[in-house]
């Protein structure tokens, strides 16, 4: 087991763990969580070695394995690819290299002698293990992990040196999986990922026999992998009894709790206090006041735990409006400079208003070069890029987040991303509805969190608001709260949105289409991430059937009834939406008043129940009927995806 004993550490005067005590035992998959910065990674330095506690012991058993992925040495880079990612176990080769001794001695030895029974004995033992840490094995099993997560075959005897970083730790991701160690850390081994291969990880990992530390922002990993929580936050490590749902409900159960806890204890400590300050000058009740202030101190305040991330809303503006058609791909075909091959060729795809399409595919399969053609900032070498009527695009670069001026402040940037002739008077209200008010809207970009340089993009972006947003990896460096607000926020944007992102239950909360990158061509699939994910399991393994043959007037009328069929789900669909719409915002209200009513009750002493009961009954009355038509609309609305997505693929 792996055992924290009263462990401290503080980076510049700064506390990450305070008296921290805890018990990981053997096989629990654990996933760690907690705001950026909060001492996730130096958990697992302390547990590796790489970090020393300031005070307290951290206790390893010896004769385990650890598996880390961490950044590649620069000694390995020269080495091919398929001979790194084999190299997966180093003791191997001290141990190889003594069994070929070994083997030498004993070839050497005269029959008979006495040191040969040992030799013998030595020589077996040391097979055994070879064998059971899978000596044999390690190259084949390199080679599929590879494969699996997105390097090409003819790629495997190319030096790591030739590859970028993110394909180098896809090469660390690999040869820490398949030494198969009896500890594995993982931090965050999503970030190289794309989509397929997060995947593939995710049932590898499944698998896995071993303790299992996975530090990660991506749900889908920690739902899928993990059966435990352990939060790190504000210098405290605390355990939670299940998985990622279950942790997020008894987090919240809990802070309910200590706020209920905390409101009685302020309430006694106030009692006292009032007390003291009445009966203290009072020679009868001295003693008695003396009494309360020992009682008074003897309170311990009950802690709040700290928030988990940025708390604010991410409110986007309604989009102006556009025509039925937000943009347009006419055989559009793109090679790079000085390559031979078509990133992506003859590509043909019709974007509606109001779409939420997310890009999918290995990295490489150009989902960053399609949003570039849309965007104009790469221009097509055959075909057109056609925006709709009225679409005005907001384009947010992977990389843009990283290339902020530094010495210019929140406020500087979103001025300059103002058109010609714009007024002024609207960044307040744009700052603020990406949490930046105040004070806040003159700090400098440079102490920006990843997390604030994302919402300041989005800023720029809605400076003028668009209604069209073409979104690179928009997750970027945010922590599960922040992903969570920006894709409830893009689920209720009005307008259309094209995002490519590797975080599974970002792309399955915000989109409801998928363009599939299937190179040099795409394929469209006309419903959410698991719509796609059971056709593309259907068309990966199709019945065979006979060729039919349709003439061209057969084939027209199929359109032309498609056509149809769709433009008569496209008003119920709009009206559907629309009344899910006004439910979701009438619960809202409701829940709301709920709460404020709920509020004044702690604050106001003298209290009209009578009143306030009857307006809590009218309002649960009215949820619950609200609730009932919400839950006929959205069904209703199921159906239609669910038919419209029939008719695109019929």
């Known amino acids: 087991m792996i055992e924290f004993q009263n462990v401290c550490k503080s980076f ?7 008296e921290t005590t805890l018990r990981i035992n053997p096989g629990d998959r654990i996933g760690i969580v907690g705001p950026n910065g909060a001492g996730k990674s130096t958990f697992f330095s302390l547990i590796t070695g790489e970090g020393l506690p300031d005070r307290g012991t951290v206790i390893v058993p010896r004769d385990h394995r650890i598996g880390y992925l961490k950044q590649l040495p620069a000694d390995h880079l020269e080495r091919s690819l398929i001979d790194f990612t084999a190299d997966a176990i180093p003791e191997l080769k001290m141990m190889i290299a003594e069994l070929k001794e070994l083997e030498h001695r004993m070839s050497e030895l005269q029959p008979g002698a006495p040191e040969a029974a040992a030799l013998l004995e030595r020589h077996g033992r040391l097979q055994t293990r070879i064998e059971h840490l899978g000596a044999y094995r390690l190259r084949v099993e390199a080679e599929a992990a590879l494969g699996n997560l997105g390097f090409a075959p003819e790629a495997l005897n190319r030096p790591l040196s030739a590859f970028s970083g993110g394909w180098q730790m896809r090469a660390a991701l690999a040869r820490v999986l398949i030494a198969q160690p009896d500890i594995l850390l993982l931090d965050e ?25 996975l530090i990660s922002h991506d749900r889908y990993l920690l739902r899928k992998l993990t059966n435990l929580t352990l939060e790190i936050n504000g210098g405290t490590a605390t355990r939670y009894a299940g998985d990622y749902d279950y ?31 009445r009966f203290r000058a009072k020679a ?40 039925a058609e937000a943009i347009r791909l006419e055989d559009v075909s793109f090679t790079y400079p000085g390559k031979t091959e078509p990133v992506l060729r003859d590509i043909s795809l019709g974007i509606e208003r109001g779409e939420k399409l997310a890009f999918v595919g290995y990295n490489g399969t150009g989902k960053t070069t399609l949003l570039k053609l849309m965007a104009g900032v790469l221009r097509p070498q055959t075909g057109r890029v056609i925006p709709g009527h009225h679409t005005v695009i ?21 001025r300059g991303a103002l058109p010609p002739g714009a007024s002024l008077k609207e960044l307040p209200n744009v700052a603020g509805s990406f949490g930046f008010s105040g004070e806040a809207m003159h700090k400098p970009c440079k102490v920006l969190s990843g997390g604030e340089k994302i919402r300041l993009c989005f ?37 259309t949105v094209c995002v490519v992102s590797h975080d599974i239950e970002f792309v399955r909360n915000v989109a409801t289409g998928i363009i599939a990158m299937e190179p040099p061509r795409i394929r469209k699939y006309f419903g959410n991430y698991d719509y796609y994910l059971e056709k593309s399991a259907a068309n990966a393994a199709p019945e065979t059937k006979k060729p039919e043959t349709v003439s061209v007037d057969a084939a027209r009328a199929r359109r032309q009834e498609r056509a149809r069929k769709r433009n008569e789900l496209a008003a119920e669909r709009r009206k559907t939406e629309q009344a899910v719409a006004r439910c979701e915002a009438e619960m809202a209200r409701l829940e709301a008043r709920q709460q404020e009513i709920t ?18 009954f009218e309002i649960q009355n009215k949820l619950e009927s609200t609730m009932k038509q919400w839950e006929r609309a959205a069904a209703r609305l199921e159906e239609i995806l669910a038919e419209n997505a029939r008719i695109h693929q019929d």
């Open 284 to 323: 009868t009740k001295a003693a008695q006041a003396r009494s309360w202030q020992k009682a008074l101190d003897k309170i311990e305040d009950i802690e709040l735990p700290p928030e988990l991330g940025y708390q604010g809303a991410i409110r986007f503006p309604p989009p102006p409006p556009s025509g």
């Open 459 to 495: 800023g720029r972006i809605f400076v003028n608001p668009p209604n069209l947003l073409l979104l690179d990896e928009p997750t970027t460096h945010l922590d599960v709260a922040a992903r969570e607000l920006l894709q409830e926020a893009l689920r209720r944007y009005e307008g």
């Open 394 to 414: 907001g384009y947010q670069a992977q990389e843009f987040a990283d290339i902020l001026p530094p010495e210019q402040s929140v406020y500087d940037v979103l």
């Open 12 to 18: 510049g005067g700064e506390e990450i763990f305070k």
């Open 247 to 277: 942790y997020r409900t008894e987090r919240e159960n809990r802070r309910r709790a200590l706020e209920a806890a905390k409101r009685n204890q302020d309430r006694k400590k106030e009692h006292l206090a009032r007390g003291i300050e």
């Open 189 to 213: 081994p999503s970030n190289y990922l794309d989509i397929p291969a997060v995947e593939w990880l995710c049932r590898f990992l499944k698998s896995f026999a071993g303790t299992l530390l």
């Open 599 to 616: 509020q004044e009750l702690t604050v106001n002493s003298r209290p009209d129940f009578a009143t306030i009961n009857r307006e809590l």
